[in-house]
């Protein structure tokens, strides 16, 4: 059974005042809300709804690493690599770092991703003695099962988080209550 843990106050009051309920439940606002949460494979659950009926966000983040095949004949044949971002070391900067040694990975940073898709996708390169060659792709995706369109409480929000992290063997679900409505 997945943990449940408060999303940070900070990172939550930071995000709201962004957005200022307005548009909160968009896709660019949860695109926003990936870049505060510190897991790379978890679900969120976010209701709101001070004296009107609540509704909630409910989203599965899934950040990760797929390295591409080094030809086109080997990516017809072979599954892409996945692996998670925080278990490899990786340089990150705008710029190739000076100086790399063989096999080094950087994340290519301050690119702006194109927000027509609902992930963000950042190029990483790696060093094969002479060059840096494209070696992957970072991918930071939100699969949204609740946009806040219709009422929903925080309870009925957290049961669906719960059978969606059972299936999916996600070890944590964040959480934020802000709703009243039927509290008073």
């Known amino acids: 059974m997945a943990k449940e843990k408060s999303l940070d106050l900070a990172a939550v009051q930071t995000w709201l005042a962004a957005w200022k309920e307005k548009d909160l439940y968009s896709d660019a606002a949860v695109r926003d809300l990936l870049s505060l949460i510190p897991d790379n494979y978890c679900m969120v659950v976010i209701t709101c709804g001070v004296g009107c009926p609540p509704r909630s966000l409910v989203f599965r983040r899934w950040r990760r690493v797929l390295v591409l095949p080094p030809t086109p004949t080997i990516k017809a044949r072979a599954q892409p690599q996945i692996f998670d971002p925080d278990q490899v070391t990786?340089?990150?900067?705008?710029?190739?770092?000076?100086?790399?040694?063989?096999?080094?990975?950087?994340?290519?940073?301050?690119?702006?991703?194109?927000?027509?898709?609902?992930?963000?996708?950042?190029?990483?390169?790696?060093?094969?003695?002479?060059?840096?060659?494209?070696?992957?792709?970072?991918?930071?995706?939100?699969?949204?099962?609740?946009?806040?369109?219709?009422?929903?409480?925080?309870?009925?929000?957290?049961?669906?988080?719960?059978?969606?992290?059972?299936?999916?063997?996600?070890?944590?679900?964040?959480?934020?209550?802000?709703?009243?409505?039927?509290?008073?």
């Not at 927000?115 to 190029?123: A, M």
């Not at 060659?133 to 988080?161: M, N």
């Open 90 to 184: 990786m340089f990150h900067s705008p710029t190739p770092p000076m100086a790399p040694t063989t096999g080094q990975l950087w994340l290519k940073e301050g690119v702006t991703p194109k927000w027509s898709v609902p992930w963000v996708t950042q190029k990483i390169f790696r060093w094969d003695g002479t060059q840096w060659l494209l070696h992957g792709q970072l991918r930071d995706e939100a699969s949204i099962t609740r946009q806040g369109k219709q009422e929903c409480s925080f309870a009925e929000a957290l049961a669906g988080a719960r059978q969606t992290a059972r299936g999916n063997r996600i070890q944590t679900i964040y959480t934020f209550d802000d709703s009243t409505w039927g509290n008073a």
